[in-house]
Every structure is written in structure tokens, then in C-alpha cells.
């Protein structure tokens, strides 16, 4: 941990100190202390098993589910109760020990956690009481809406004392962590404070049950995808197997498409997404017959058509998964060319989805340089020969380009290329 990282914890945590005291002061602890350390407990035992809302290949959504508890705590007791319920039970929360966070770390989460929950009980109190359960509503979403802010802007200025380059990327997973977790939690923390302020402490083991089926619902939920995903690898392998020549291929165009996405500047997400595109271009040619696939001559116009139906086959296949409905437009159009003379659609240039013409790119220097049952290989030298000559008819020039300095300083990648994790 560098100095500036430890600087700003220290201040954050001076700060959350001084805010406490400031809410201590003015609005005392509202609440009886057995209903305070209820309070806790429940925080406390939600903190400790987190919420899974979503798992990507490079980083996972995880929420605490004591957001709940902590707004319970800032809109019907107050910032000061607010506070004190957050900060000790994220303190001492499983999650933080069970990782063995550093005590510097720990006491920031805790901190940060602290400021949020006391910034929401003040701005519930800057809204007044109510009796309308309509303004109520309001009410708890503003105030939830206030702690989500304060708890991302924390984070954000703790990225950035660590590593500034890094923090780029990781704030780029904010909008996933706002879209797919945080206003879930904020929708559930809303109808536990409703819930409370007419049930009292029960309501909390009520949420604590939501809470623990949507976990269980998104553990099978994210398993359920896997498995989807892994038939199709599967299909894919099938495919290849039915062709010896072209083993490996499909892996091989998810490598050069993976390198070409991280040279245009792709991160995280996009650059998981364009590798499994990549796997999956020529799922449509599971259904074409073995002796088109493998014929050792040139194609009739008819047979050609059939392979020129893989795309939209491909598309049939992956387009009832709603977690592959990304990649289908890669998929459709990885066989358009540059000058409008590609299929299935004609589109040209810039009408083309990058990621289609990265895969494009790709999949010919691929299919360039491994033997087929009607040619050999191609060697690397005569391999960029051909595809100068498509660049701007076939193929994106500037693409092409890229290639052709990534390829002349690495070594052809393998079929052996790292796992994939669906999302």
C-alpha cells in the first residue's frame, strides 16, 4: 500500500469520525440499545455472506446485503444510529477477516461504509417526516441514492490513490455494478424500510430470506449459462473434429481477435466478449453437410451458397440465449467486406461492427496460413502478401495493418488459449 493510498484512508477515516461525532452531538442514538445491537447483528450477519449479482471473466459484482439494514437504520433512527451500525458491522464482518484484509483496509470499508449510511440518514432527515406513503417511498430511494453515490465516489478516490492507470478501467465497471447491482439492492433496501416501519425487526429475517434466494437464483443462474456455453465449445469442437484441417481454428481466431481488440484500445468486458465470438463465428457450420466442409475441390455455386448460410445458421443457434444476444451482430456480419461485396448483409465499411471486422481479420489470416484439404499453408510472409492485397476490398486496412505488426512480434498463438467464464 503506498503512501497516498494510506493518506487517503487515514483522511476518510478522520472523516468519518468527525461525522459521527457531528451526528452524535445533534442527534443522539434514537433507539434502544437491544434494538441497536439487533441492528448490528443483522448488518453484521448480512455483510458477512455477500450478494453474487453477477460474475465476469476479470471481476464479479458483489454487494453486501447490510445496505438494507443500514438504511433501515438512517431513515427511521438517524444518521448517528446509521453510522454506528454500518461501521461496526462492516468492521468486523466475515467477508473482510475470512480475506484477511489488512487492518488499514479494513478500517477504510468500514469507514467509507459509515460516511454512506450517516450521508443517507441526514438527507432523509433533510426531507422531513411524512405520512404519506408515496413522499415515504421517495423518501428511502433518495436517501438510498445517496448512499450508493457517497460509496462509489469513496471507492472511485481509492482506485485512484492505488494505481491511476488501473482506476480507468475499474471505474468502467461502475455502470455494470450501478445497472446489475446496485439498484436491485437499492429496490430491495426500499421495501425492507417500508417493511420495517410497519412490521419492526421481523421484517429484517424477511430480507435476509429475499436476500439469500436471490443468491441461490443467481449462483444457478450464472451455472445454468455456463453449462449453455460449454455445449456450444462442445459443438465447436465437434465441428473441427469432422475436419481435420481445420482443427484448432475457432480457438485460434478467438486469440488473434483477442489481441486485436486489446491493440484498438478494448477493455475488460468488450475484450472477454470478442474472445467468445471469436469461439463461436462458425457455430452455423455444424449443420452443413461433411462432404461441402471437406470437399478437397472447388465449391459449386450452390454448395457455396450453403456456406455462405453459416452466419445466419450461427445466428439461429446462439440468439435464444439472452447472454449471447451481444456477440450476435459479430457473429452475422463476420463474413462482410470492406467494399460492400461480403454477405449475408453487403454492408461496407464503417457499417460493419468493429468487433465483426476484427473477427474477419482474424479468421482469414487463420484460415491463410493452416493447410486445407484443397491448398497447403500459407507461410507468415505470403500469408501478409494476400491479405495487403484484400485490405480495402475484403478487409479493413487498418485492421489489417495491426495484425501484421502484432504478428511480426509474437509467435502464432496455439489452440490452447485461457478458459472462458460466460456473463
Avoid at 462492516?90 to 483496509?105: A, Q
Amino acid at each position: 500500500m503506498n503512501r497516498l493510498t494510506k493518506l487517503y484512508i487515514s483522511i476518510v477515516t478522520v472523516v468519518s469520525l468527525a461525522i459521527f461525532i457531528f451526528c452524535w452531538r445533534f442527534f443522539g442514538i434514537t433507539v434502544s440499545w437491544e434494538r441497536f445491537l439487533l441492528l448490528i447483528l443483522f448488518s453484521w450477519l448480512l455483510d458477512s455472506v455477500p450478494v453474487v449479482m453477477e460474475r465476469f471473466s476479470n471481476y464479479s459484482i458483489i454487494l453486501a446485503g447490510g445496505m438494507v439494514v443500514n438504511l433501515i437504520a438512517a431513515i427511521l433512527f438517524g444518521p448517528s444510529v446509521a453510522f454506528a451500525v454500518a461501521f461496526v458491522a462492516s468492521l468486523f464482518s466475515l467477508s473482510s477477516w475470512f480475506k484477511l484484509f489488512p487492518p488499514m483496509k479494513a478500517l477504510f470499508n468500514a469507514s467509507q461504509i459509515g460516511i454512506s449510511a450517516a450521508m443517507a440518514g441526514l438527507v432523509s432527515l433533510a426531507l422531513g417526516e411524512t405520512t404519506s406513503n408515496i413522499a415515504f417511498v421517495i423518501n428511502v430511494l433518495l436517501a438510498a441514492i445517496s448512499y450508493a453515490g457517497v460509496n462509489l465516489l469513496l471507492m472511485a478516490g481509492a482506485f485512484y490513490t492505488i494505481d491511476p492507470k488501473k482506476a480507468h478501467e475499474r471505474l468502467k465497471t461502475f455502470p455494470s455494478i450501478v445497472l446489475v447491482g446496485l439498484l436491485p439492492m437499492t429496490f430491495v433496501a426500499v421495501i425492507g424500510v417500508v417493511l420495517y416501519r410497519y412490521m419492526g425487526i421481523i421484517a429484517i429475517p424477511i430480507i435476509i430470506a429475499v436476500l439469500v434466494m436471490v443468491d441461490l437464483t443467481n449462483l444457478f443462474r450464472v451455472y445454468y449459462r455456463q453449462s449453455r456455453l460449454e455445449n456450444l465449445l462442445a459443438m465447436v469442437k465437434v465441428l473441427e473434429e469432422r475436419d481435420a484441417y481445420t482443427k484448432g481454428h475457432s480457438e485460434r481466431v478467438a486469440n488473434y481477435a483477442t489481441m486485436l481488440a486489446k491493440a484498438v484500445g478494448m477493455k475488460g468486458k468488450a475484450i472477454e466478449r470478442i474472445r467468445l465470438a471469436g469461439f463461436l463465428h462458425d457455430i452455423g457450420k455444424i449443420g452443413i453437410p461433411d462432404r461441402i466442409l471437406n470437399k478437397p475441390s472447388h465449391l459449386t455455386s450452390d454448395e457455396f451458397e450453403e456456406i455462405k448460410s453459416h452466419p445466419v445458421r450461427g445466428v439461429e443457434i446462439i440468439s435464444n440465449l439472452s447472454h449471447l444476444r451481444d456477440i450476435v451482430p459479430w457473429i452475422l456480419h463476420h463474413h462482410e467486406a470492406w467494399d460492400g461485396s461480403g454477405y449475408p448483409k453487403g454492408l461496407k465499411m464503417e457499417e460493419i461492427p468493429i468487433e465483426a471486422r476484427i473477427l474477419a481479420v482474424a479468421d482469414v489470416y487463420d484460415a491463410l496460413t493452416t493447410k486445407r484439404a484443397y491448398r497447403s499453408a500459407f507461410s507468415k510472409e505470403e500469408a501478409i502478401k494476400i491479405m495487403n492485397e484484400m485490405k480495402g476490398e475484403k478487409l479493413d486496412p487498418q485492421l489489417v495493418d495491426l495484425l501484421i505488426s502484432l504478428i511480426d512480434s509474437t509467435t502464432k498463438p496455439t489452440a490452447q488459449g485461457e478458459g472462458l467464464e460466460c456473463s
